[in-house]
């Protein structure tokens, strides 16, 4: 207000001055114009001078102060002004104005925040990790203020980055993850989040592994086998939930298997398996049985060494007419599945050995053979043969003995035991009873020639298959029912060993010499059955046929 009442006299002073300097220069036409004008002009500027001084204060340009910097944010900050004083004169323009420069002025960047003397506050937007200096200004006719200079660094801006360093040991239902954490924040909680669709938060499945950063480890529990999931590392600030990329996997399904057809049903040498359909490590199958309905591992059970994805197993001491439900299993770190399952009802025993062995039969032409390889540790008469195991001792021996194949007793069932000639032909009998006999060469040859002679009856006689004929036997028929199968020998000679998979050879009892005696083997891989001579102190398999 002042300011313009002092302009408004200054107008009429001007023009009233004005006015009369035309009317003097009129009448006084003879002084020189311009000296007399100059003169005027001087005597305007005094006596205005001396108007103006004599009124009015000289105006100023206004005082105020910087108020103190807030920060907002990384990027925000708040400052602003307290106006002290006008300077006299009516304040037009006020703000802050800031610079990377320590005295910022209007000339950099500012901000208007209106006018008049109203104390006031603004927000200003910076850039982080520089030095600004801030202070507030007003502008009046006189001019501008400034307030004092203050300065702020601001930090830089929140950087959190979440990732999966490492991810695995992956089973049914459990996995293991590894993250990391860099972040400039405070990290409030971490771990992982899973769900069965993509970018899983933490509102569904996670674990908390506490607080702050770096790298972290977390355990995944409670999953589904076979089920694929997503899961991503988390990290919470107190605003603000961070996550890393998914990461994609499937935890191990149970095995899928199916159960094998029984081969050589109405025998005691059953034989059945599996066929795992399944991918992934399997470290344990089998068959298992029992006489109820779905038998798992936790009755009886077989386990096996797996080839590839399928194999054979051989169900042991099932009982003479009793039913038994079987099925295949496979377990891996995910669990055990099983398969289909086969029902069987074993046979009532033919014969049953002073062991209590049981054994089936059956007729060939005009014969009749027991269906299993003997297995018997007595003769009929309930004494004992004895059980050499010392390779010398087996070698010097004249009288009855046997042996497991390579003295291993997991190659008795199906295969039987081996056995001698002393034992073949002690008086005591080795098979079951009095009623059962070993065949001679002679009756070896009704049975071979019965069955189309020497050169094809090898697969009228071998068990059909590859469940223990290895690995050929793509000719076998079993048409016989006679279900020859491999189960090698016991060599008289220290360090030589028969395949115990590829080759069936059985006893005659009859003699070649006084050192050998003539037996009859079957091999994998050919259609025969050959007549050959073995020195008495070999170990063959047996096979009894009744008087």
């Not at 049903?265 to 309905?293: E, M, Q, R, Y």
Request: net charge negative.
């Amino acid at each position: 207000m002042k300011l313009q009442i002092r302009g408004q006299l200054y107008f009429v002073l001007v023009i009233t001055l004005n006015s009369e300097l035309n009317y003097m220069i009129t009448l006084q036409s003879k002084w020189q114009k311009g000296n007399m004008k100059l003169g005027i002009i001087l005597l305007f500027i005094f006596c205005l001078s001396l108007f103006l001084n004599s009124c009015f204060e000289n105006p100023s340009p206004p005082e105020l102060t910087t108020r103190e910097i807030e920060i907002v944010d990384f990027t925000t900050v708040t400052s602003g002004g307290n106006i002290r004083s006008d300077g006299g004169a009516d304040i037009f323009q006020k703000g802050i104005c800031f610079s990377l420069i320590n005295t910022p002025t209007l000339q950099d960047q500012f901000t208007i925040e209106g006018y008049g003397t109203a104390d006031f506050t603004t927000i200003i937007d910076l850039t982080p990790d520089d030095t600004y200096y801030i202070r507030a200004y007003a502008v009046n006719g006189a001019g501008i203020g400034y307030g004092d200079i203050r300065s702020v660094v601001l930090g830089p801006p929140p950087v959190t980055d979440v990732v999966i360093m490492d991810f695995g040991d992956i089973t049914g239902n459990a996995a293991f993850m590894r993250g990391r954490i860099e972040s400039n924040q405070t990290i409030v909680s971490r771990g992982a989040c899973w769900s069965t669709i993509t970018n899983p938060t933490v509102n569904d499945d996670n674990v908390n592994t506490g607080s702050g950063t770096g790298i972290y480890e977390v355990n995944i529990t409670g999953l589904t086998p076979g089920t694929t999931y997503y899961v991503r590392a988390y990290a919470t600030t107190a605003t603000e939930v961070f996550y890393s990329e998914n990461y994609e996997f499937t935890t191990v399904g149970i095995p899928q298997l199916t159960t094998k057809e029984i081969i050589n049903a109405g025998s005691f040498v059953i034989s059945t398996g599996g066929d795992i359909i399944s991918i992934g490590l399997i470290l344990n199958a089998g068959v298992c049985w029992s006489t109820n309905s779905a038998p798992t591992v936790d009755n009886n059970k077989t386990e096996n060494q797996l080839e590839y994805s399928t194999f054979f197993s051989d169900p042991f001491g099932l009982l003479p007419g009793e039913t038994y439900y079987i099925r295949a299993y496979a377990s891996n770190i995910a669990g055990t599945g099983y398969g289909n399952e086969r029902i069987i009802t074993m046979p009532e025993p033919t014969v049953s050995d002073p062991d209590g062995n049981p054994y089936s039969s059956v007729v060939i032409g005009t014969q009749t053979w027991l269906v299993e390889n003997l297995r018997t540790t007595k003769y009929a008469n309930g004494e004992s043969i004895p059980n050499i195991i010392n390779p010398t001792d087996w070698l010097n021996t004249v009288a009855g003995a046997w042996s497991y194949h390579e003295n291993d007793p997991q190659f008795e069932l199906p295969f039987g035991k081996l056995y001698n000639w002393f034992a073949v032909t002690d008086a005591r009998n080795i098979c079951p009873t009095d009623d059962w006999h070993v065949p001679s060469d002679e009756e070896w040859q009704t049975l071979i020639t019965f069955l189309g002679g020497n050169e094809i009856s090898g697969n009228e006689l071998k068990e059909i298959g590859t469940a223990h004929w290895k690995p050929f036997n793509d000719f076998a028929t079993n048409n016989s029912g006679f279900t020859a199968l491999p189960g090698g020998a016991q060599s008289a000679n220290p360090g030589f060993s028969y395949p115990v998979y590829s080759l069936g050879m059985f006893w005659s009892t009859d003699l070649v010499d006084g050192d050998n005696a003539f037996g009859y083997y079957l091999f994998d891989s050919y259609q025969s059955i050959t007549k050959q001579n073995y020195i008495k102190q070999t170990g063959l398999s047996v096979r009894c046929l009744k008087n």
